[in-house]
């Protein structure tokens, strides 16, 4: 999934309407602070995983502004365009697919557009803001070892599928202990069974 084009009106810093387009590859947005850097995050964020609560989309709201619009084009590995439209005032959306140069919609209601999200970004906002999702609060660490147990975390909840869960690095460590116990002592005793299964089958 790549992101593509970003527009954003009323939204945080941003009153009127801007438009932020995106590049292959790394994309770096530099400014003094309050400048809106993470209200581009946020807008991201916003139009995939629109804020649940009415006190969490006001906050979102630029200050005298009576709108709060985010948009947010992307495009999948096999090429398909897809837009995700919010207004944060009404919550309201929409997502839709372009198709031989027309936006055709596929749906209207929050649970439709979540699903339809979800399989496109393999995750849900817990995942999202947990792993994906990293603010520059997120890597201000003390030393080279707290960014690699922090930047570790962030991959094994990744890979995990959800925070709580089994990580990568633990389920990978229990199947390196499984081989090793198959290849120590035991080993005779496996081969030894395997000899004998064996037999039976050919009788």
């Not at 590995?77 to 198709?99: M, N, T, W, Y």
């Not at 031989?100 to 929050?110: M, N, Q, R």
């Not at 070892?145 to 922090?150: A, E, G, I, K, V």
């Not at 975390?153 to 709580?164: A, F, K, N, T």
Request: glycine content about 10%.
């Amino acid at each position: 999934m790549r992101l593509t084009r970003l527009v954003m009106h009323g939204f945080r810093s941003y009153g009127e309407p801007v438009e932020v387009r995106f590049e292959p590859g790394v994309n770096v947005f530099l400014g003094r602070n309050e400048a809106g850097k993470t209200g581009i995050l946020l807008a991201i964020q916003a139009a995939l995983y629109s804020p649940r609560t009415a006190a969490e989309r006001e906050v979102l709201v630029a200050d005298g502004s009576d709108v709060c619009q985010v948009a947010l084009e992307y495009t999948l590995p096999d090429g398909s365009e897809f837009r995700v439209d919010r207004d944060l005032v009404s919550h309201k959306g929409s997502i839709a697919q372009c198709r031989e140069g027309s936006w055709l919609t596929l749906a209207t209601s929050v649970g439709d557009i979540a699903r339809i999200v979800r399989e496109h970004t393999g995750c849900d906002d817990a995942l999202f803001r947990a792993t994906l999702l990293v603010r520059h609060e997120g890597v201000e660490v003390g030393d080279a070892d707290d960014l690699t147990r922090s930047l570790s975390e962030r991959i094994e909840l990744l890979v995990s599928g959800s925070p709580g869960g089994v990580s990568a690095a633990r389920a990978v460590k229990k199947l390196a202990d499984s081989v090793k116990e198959l290849s120590g002592p035991r080993a005779g005793l496996i081969a030894a069974a395997e000899g004998r299964l064996r037999e039976a089958e050919s009788v």
